[in-house]
Nanobody, 124 residues
């Protein structure tokens, strides 16, 4: 079973930056594309960013486009989410996700594996 562990969350002022990391372990050969999703209190989990296995294809939600960057280091089995120009509405628990397919997708239920999440809080 693939295990995903996120880190890098925290409290930051509006306009600040954070870098989230997600390390995959156990059966990492079965991991294809990866993504980041987020869930704010009282809201459904939503897509933020995704990257294909090769790293050549990335997708972003309109709400984060131009501010967030997803990247990965296959040698380290790690995916990153660089978040700049953070806004209070970015406050949420951020989840790392992985799927067996090499193709990135923005759809929540197409990911097989999920981390426990890391809290990001942006103060105004």
């Amino acid at each position: 079973q693939v295990q995903l562990v996120e880190s890098g969350g925290g409290l930051v002022q509006a306009g600040g930056s954070l870098r989230l990391s997600c390390v995959a372990s156990s059966r990492t050969f079965s991991i294809g594309a990866m993504g980041w999703f987020r869930q704010a209190p009282g809201k459904e989990r939503e897509f933020a960013a995704a990257i294909s296995r090769s790293g050549r294809t990335t997708y972003y939600a309109d709400s984060v486009k131009g501010r967030f960057t997803i990247s990965k280091d296959n040698a380290k089995n790690t995916v990153y989410l660089q978040m700049n120009s953070l806004k209070p509405q970015d406050t949420a628990v951020y989840y790392c996700a992985a799927r067996s397919s090499m193709v990135a997708t923005t759809t929540t239920n197409e990911y097989n594996y999920w981390g426990q999440g890391t809290q990001v809080t942006v103060s105004s």
